[in-house]
């Protein structure tokens, strides 16, 4: 513990990459400091339903069964998830619909344990069972609209955009009296970059359930801000990206031919080392801080435009590796690769000019502290919910630390070859015809490698 508390805590740069999931920085001196969790636009936990919602259906099979004493099997399943186990729940609604397969009450019923049972597995990282259970939740019963806004919400956060924007469009024609629906619309929106859908959408939410302020006024207020100093900015092309900054800002605009000399190395280095090259152009906003509803420790972030921090005392060399940092994150958000938010992150980090060294030592100096590495459901977690800022740092040094083993293992260029597949096989079949085997395996490997260090 020693050599991790004893550290100074220089902190140059922290980087977010809000697709709503996540939130990365990275080490520009050596430590990495979060000052405060991060912010989540979505609100900090799914939506969650009361035991009074599952209805008291004459599920039948008790009765016939004869068992006058013996409690329905809703009744069972009401129990089963007080105590919060959800398979059970889950198994006993669905015993209750072999005996009644068109009662509207059971259908809800394991609608909604089918629900919150894919809530608990989204939290455990599991995403993809999560949403095929919303999917089959969804199949049974509408349900106000709630298992197809929670899977596009989960959609959302796993950066799948286009995906969860279908689902919303539809939801917003079907259900448009839930608040649920149009924030997480909104926060669409503003992934996309589209702030006046953004603010349209967050105020109907709000208007429609005044408890969804406490989460989205802050957000709300500063998309109408951004969009009120976006207007007066002055807009300035280099060769790949559209940088806007306040012209009436002296020490801004004295920064901007360092920030324009930054991106373009940066496009250059990101492509040199992951091989991407996205043709389309990304915004670049410089923002003061206080301008923008980033974190407080956070230097820069990606949410479908690059949102610069600048303070005066940002240094050139911070400049730089946040420039590096979130192109990596736009490039891969360009291209449409779809990696784990974790990979993604670990590519940020090396592209940033993050050492292994450093992120190596941090972790075994955590481990020798007593600690343990960050387990694989940890890893695909949604990395905002954390507030262990120790353990987000070794999340953010294991992914480091994993890509540098990568390349060491299976040459320099193999994540380049692994991302010119993903767009025509998927992320995990790409992985298996690049490295031979799945992303499981791999991990498992580069963790006993790591243990045995
Ligand atoms: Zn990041």
Sequence with gaps: MGAVRGMTATFFGALVLIFGWLTGYFDGAGVVEPKQEAIEPLGATFERHSLDEIGCAEDGVAAE????????????????????????????????????????????????????QAHAIARAGDSELALAHYLEAAEYDANGGRPAASRARLLFDLGRLDEADAILADLKQEFPNRALVWQISGSCARAFGHLDQAVSDWSRAIELDAAFAENLQPHLDAARAEIAARASYLLKSTSHFDLRYNPLDVGMAARIPAIEQALDQAYDAVS?????HPSQRTEVLVLRRGESDAVGWASGLYDGRIRLILDDETREVALSRTMRHEHTHAAFHRLGLTLPTWINEGCAEIAAGASIDRARAYLADALSAGQ???????????????????????????????????????GDSSPRLLFERVPSQGFDKAVGSTFGKSLSALEAEHRAWLLSM
């Design 272 to 276: 040199a080392l992951w091989g991407l």
């Design 372 to 410: 343990v590495l960050p387990t694989p459901a940890e890893l695909r977690s949604r990395w905002t919910t954390w507030s262990d800022a120790d353990r987000v740092r070794m999340a953010y040094s294991y992914a480091t630390s994993f890509l540098s083993w990568l390349q060491s293992q299976f």
């Design 65 to 116: 069964q004869g068992q006058d004493k013996k409690p329905s099997l809703t009744e069972q399943a009401r129990v089963a998830l007080s105590n919060s186990d959800y398979a059970r729940a889950v198994s006993l609604c669905r015993k209750a619909l072999v005996a009644e397969p068109d009662d509207p009450t059971i259908r809800r019923n394991l609608s909604t344990v089918l629900t919150t």
